[in-house]
């Protein structure tokens, strides 16, 4: 196997794990916008689009060594979970062996934190054993967003609702239960998880930062060592077409409207500056930094001058 892409952040070391490698989407998968929008965003061939085009995304997991700790940050698909999503459908994915390959036994991992509670973010939190899911990181804390729990647990609530009512379409298309009862809630009964706020210190120099828009409590994780720093988006960016047009919101976003405003806030105050951002669904390579471009902004491969 071919050895994990990986950054140093002064004493921190980052390496990507991949779920789901490099594959392209039409733009209006993601977003309300033309080929032709992405095609004039020249910047991003070959690298983050096609020469027709469309759009390269990545599922990954980046592994956060920091103090002796080893913190695994957003979970992916998984395996054997059923999915509406044909491709994300009862997979069959290496991710477990491949974190193993690459130095990191599932049981070494101490802490886990989900960005936010959907369905490309908590996969391995669980795996499939004699029919039950069980934790995949049995020696980790699982750290969920307090705000994000509660959204989550007002929808399974609806969820149940509804389906009590009789009204399972309108149950189904929430397809909340699911992803919960194979990824989120085996976790609790474990009693593995821990609640935590927006701002939550994992250890010192790596922090959660509040994102919201794209879910209630989203959060990015940010890390200072040695002078130097990082940021993992999370799906505060889905796509770095999303730099140039930062209003440009996800289909699936909780609300587009402060999605935008996150993104607007946070590009402003990260661009031009030596702050390596580390996409969560950015392909392969995967970081770069924020520059200015025009009246909005870009991402380099090299770092501003
Ligand atoms: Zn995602």
């Not at 991003?44 to 997991?61: D, K, Y």
């Not at 193993?100 to 973010?121: M, Q, R, S, Y």
């Not at 309108?170 to 609640?195: F, K, N, R, W, Y």
């Not at 939550?200 to 930062?209: A, D, F, K, N, S």
């Amino acid at each position: 196997m071919e050895a994990p892409a990986s950054w140093r952040i002064g004493d921190v070391r980052v390496t990507r794990i991949v779920d789901m490698a490099d594959f392209t989407i039409t733009p209006q998968f993601l977003f309300d916008i033309e080929i032709e929008t992405v095609l004039a965003q020249d910047w991003m061939q070959p690298h983050f689009a096609t020469a027709t085009g469309e759009l390269l995304v990545s599922v990954h997991a980046f592994i956060v060594e920091a103090d002796g700790r080893r913190i695994l940050v957003d979970t992916c698909l998984g395996n054997d979970k059923q999915r509406h999503t044909e491709a994300w459908n009862m997979r069959q994915g290496t991710f477990l062996q491949d974190l193993a390959a690459a130095g990191f036994p599932p049981e070494t991992i101490d802490t886990v934190i989900c960005t936010h509670l959907h369905v490309d973010h908590v996969g391995w939190n669980t795996r499939l054993e004699n029919g039950r899911w069980i934790p995949s990181f049995p020696n980790a804390r699982y750290l969920f967003g307090r705000i994000e729990w509660d959204h989550w647990r007002h929808e399974l609530e609806e969820e149940q609702r509804l389906s009590e009512a009789g009204d399972d379409h309108a149950a189904q298309l929430l397809q909340v239960g699911m992803v919960m009862g194979d990824s989120v809630l085996p976790i609790i009964d474990a009693g593995l998880h821990q609640l935590v706020e927006v701002d939550h210190e994992i250890t010192p120099g790596v922090w959660l930062e509040p994102t919201p828009g794209h879910t209630p409590g989203h959060v990015s994780v940010h890390i200072r060592s040695g002078g130097q720093e990082a940021i993992i988006t999370g799906d505060m960016v889905h796509h770095p077409l999303q730099c140039a047009f930062p209003e440009l919101g996800a289909h699936v976003d909780w609300s587009s409207t402060m999605s935008g405003e996150t993104r607007r806030d946070f590009f402003g105050r990260n661009a031009d500056r030596p702050i390596l951002i580390l996409g969560t669904h950015f392909p392969t390579p995967t970081a770069g930094w924020l520059v200015s471009h025009g009246s909005s902004w870009r991402i380099s491969l090299t770092p501003p001058a």
